[in-house]
């Protein structure tokens, strides 16, 4: 009779293991096969990029970004951005907006639009690169006159139609470290090619809403 008692204590530790398990596994499978991305505005007004959100009661599981400054910018989440784990209360947030990470590369852009080319902006002169990996359309500039003259990633990057659309940011306290920023800010490009994709011309917009031109031509 001993032994049966001393047998029941170890069976409710097993089931309430097996119980655990049970709850854990999937969110857990869930972490780490969701592809959702979203972009979430806290109740105080400013935002985080988050992805493999999972809700479990008045919490948010998820990997989430830095707080980002600012208006929500773009209409892709940038390819850029360093996530960690993080818990966050449904009290906290006030709306979860989900997006596609980054846009699907179209497989009829034209290869002319592509390659390297020198950027001016404002009197700074760098690097616009432009190229597509595993079907993603990817590009970075980078000015050594300005900043660290570290490598920019572009967001919201897109090639339609003759015509290139990207957003050039710092959002975080990391990406100004990073850059060499003494300020947040956002920069939104739109420009035409010409001379049979051997010139870029147009204008960007900042956050002050400033309008200035600016141009790249193929190396």
């Not at 390819?79 to 960690?84: C, G, L, M, R």
């Not at 009829?108 to 993603?136: A, E």
């Not at 006159?145 to 050039?168: C, P, Q, T």
């Not at 975080?172 to 090619?193: I, V």
Request: aromatic residues 14%.
């Amino acid at each position: 009779m001993k032994k049966l008692k001393s047998l029941i204590p170890q069976k409710k530790n097993a089931a309430l293991y097996v119980a655990t398990l049970l709850i854990i596994l999937p969110i857990c499978l869930h972490l780490f096969t969701a592809d959702k991305y979203a972009l979430v505005r806290k109740s105080d007004g400013k935002y985080f990029y988050a992805k493999k959100i999972l809700v479990i009661g008045n919490s948010m599981i998820s990997f989430s970004s830095e707080t980002i400054s600012g208006k929500k910018t773009g209409n892709f989440i940038p390819d850029d951005i360093e996530y960690s784990f993080a818990v966050s209360s449904l009290d906290t947030i006030q709306s979860i907006t989900f997006k596609d990470n980054i846009p699907d590369a179209d497989l009829n852009t034209n290869k002319k639009y592509l390659g390297k080319y020198t950027i001016t902006v404002q009197g700074h002169r760098g690097t616009l690169m432009l190229y597509i990996k595993d079907n993603k359309l990817y590009g970075y500039v980078k000015f050594p006159s300005w900043g660290k003259g570290a490598y920019e990633y572009l967001k919201s990057l897109s090639i339609k139609n003759g015509r290139i659309f990207f957003v050039r940011s710092a959002n975080t306290a990391k990406e100004m470290t990073r850059l060499g920023a003494n300020r947040f800010f956002t920069q939104k490009f739109s420009g035409e090619y010409n001379n049979n994709g051997k010139k870029i011309d147009g204008f960007f917009r900042n956050d002050l809403g400033e309008k200035h031109i600016w141009d790249a031509k193929r190396r």
